[in-house]
C-alpha cells in the first residue's frame, strides 16, 4: 500500500513512517485479517499471464508477491515500487533467502510514481491493495500516469476490495472495508475514507476486462485488464 498526495506517486513522509512500522508485521496482519486471501486475491490470475519481459509492482510492500509473479508469473524482470523503506528491505532479504537468480531479475525502488523515468515502459503493471489508498480525483492521476508506463497490448493485474457484486452482505463488507480504512488512518495518515471508483479510472483509458475472480465472499475481487493496440476496437483516441 502506499498513501495518497496531490501529486501523483508523491508519497507523504507520514504515510512512509507508518509502513516502516508495520513491516516487520504487515504479512502477519495480512494473513490474520483474511486468512491468507489477501495475498490469494493478488496471485490467482497469474497463470493467465503469457511470457512477460518486463513487469512494474507498485505498492510491492514485503516482496510476497514479487517473488511469487518471478517464479511462476512467467515474467523475466521486474521493478518493484514502495514508499516505505522498511517493506524494500524485508522484500531484498526475501529474495536473497531464494538465491542469486530471483534478486538479479528484480530491481527494488524506495518512493513513489516520481521514480519511474519518463521513458520507461513496461509490459505488465500489477496493483494489490494501492489504488484504493486514493480519492478519486488523485486515483484519476495515478492510473493516468502508469497507463503511460504501460505498452500498448500490455496487461493490468490488480486485486483490492470490493463491496458490490454477490457473496456477503453489501452492508457487512463495507463495515469490513470501513475497518480497514480507520485502521490505516491511524497508522499510515491516509486520508482516503472509502474505496474509489477503480472501474470509471480504469475505463477513462479503454482498459478491457480479460478475467476476474472473487474471493473471501466477495470482499476481494482480482482482475486482469489489457490496453489496446492503436486503433484496435475499443481503443481510446
Known amino acids: 500500500m502506499a498513501g495518497p498526495s496531490l501529486r501523483a506517486g508523491a508519497l507523504s513522509a507520514r504515510t512512509a513512517r507508518g509502513f516502516d512500522l508495520l513491516a516487520p508485521v504487515y504479512d502477519a ?55 516505505s523503506e522498511a517493506m524494500t528491505r524485508r522484500t531484498a532479504a526475501r529474495l536473497a533467502r531464494l538465491g542469486p537468480e530471483l534478486a538479479t531479475r528484480a530491481e527494488l525502488r524506495v518512493g513513489g510514481l516520481e521514480r519511474l523515468g519518463t521513458g520507461e515502459r513496461f509490459d505488465l503493471v500489477a496493483t494489490h491493495c494501492f489504488l484504493d489508498l486514493f480519492e478519486d480525483v488523485e486515483l484519476a492521476d495515478v492510473v493516468d500516469r502508469l497507463e503511460a508506463a504501460l505498452d500498448p497490448g500490455g496487461l493490468w493485474l490488480f486485486s483490492d476490495f470490493a463491496v458490490d457484486g454477490a457473496g456477503l452482505p453489501a452492508g457487512l463488507r463495507r463495515t469490513l472495508v470501513a475497518g480497514l480504512y480507520g485502521f490505516f488512518r491511524v497508522t499510515a495518515g491516509i486520508s482516503a475514507r472509502r474505496l474509489p471508483d477503480f472501474e470509471r479510472a480504469f475505463a477513462r483509458h479503454g482498459l478491457v476486462e480479460l478475467a476476474q475472480a472473487r474471493l473471501a465472499g466477495g470482499v476481494l475481487r482480482a482482475a486482469l485488464y489489457g490496453k489496446p493496440q492503436p486503433g484496435a476496437p475499443g481503443a481510446s483516441c
Do not use: N
Not at 30 to 44: C, K, M, P, V
Not at 64 to 74: C, H, I, P, Q, W
Open 29 to 83: 496482519l495480512a494473513e490474520l485479517a483474511s486468512a491468507g486471501r489477501i495475498h490469494r486475491s493478488q496471485s490467482t490470475l497469474l497463470p493467465l499471464l503469457p511470457r512477460t519481459p518486463r513487469a512494474l509492482v507498485v505498492g510491492g510492500g514485503t516482496g510476497r508477491f514479487l517473488v511469487e509473479l518471478l517464479r511462476t508469473g512467467g515474467v523475466d524482470r521486474a521493478v518493484s515500487l514502495d514508499v
